[in-house]
């Protein structure tokens, strides 16, 4: 069983940036792909950003060259940094970690108005 706890979401202008962080209970959490998701108003829930455990990270169109996730192994936490943020990024930010199974997280809103 993991557990996953997102912080850091909140409102921010247009143009601005936020860090998420999702902290996981439950052992070996190293060998999790781990995973941001975001759901809009209305809007089916997709993937934002994954990354392995070998490292390698995958991202939505929607978001290349303005987020980056990472990982800490040792603290068990992986990170969304959104830079350039837009009003379309407004949504409920889930975290994900998948292996045999998949969990969530209970989610973060993040809002981009002026």
Request: with cysteine; proline share 3%.
């Amino acid at each position: 069983q993991v557990q996953l706890v997102e912080s850091g979401g909140g409102l921010v202008q247009p143009g601005g940036s936020l860090r998420l962080s999702c902290a996981a209970s439950g052992r070996v959490f190293s060998v999790y792909t781990m995973g941001w998701y975001r759901q809009a108003p209305g809007k089916q829930r997709e993937l934002v950003a994954e990354i392995t455990s070998a490292g390698s990270t995958n991202y939505a169109d929607s978001v290349k060259g303005r987020f980056t996730i990472s990982r800490d192994n040792a603290k068990t936490t992986v990170y969304l940094q959104m830079n350039s943020l837009k009003p379309e990024d407004t949504a409920v930010y889930y975290c994900s970690a998948r292996f045999v199974n998949f969990y969530w997280g209970q989610g973060t809103q993040v809002t981009v108005s002026s």
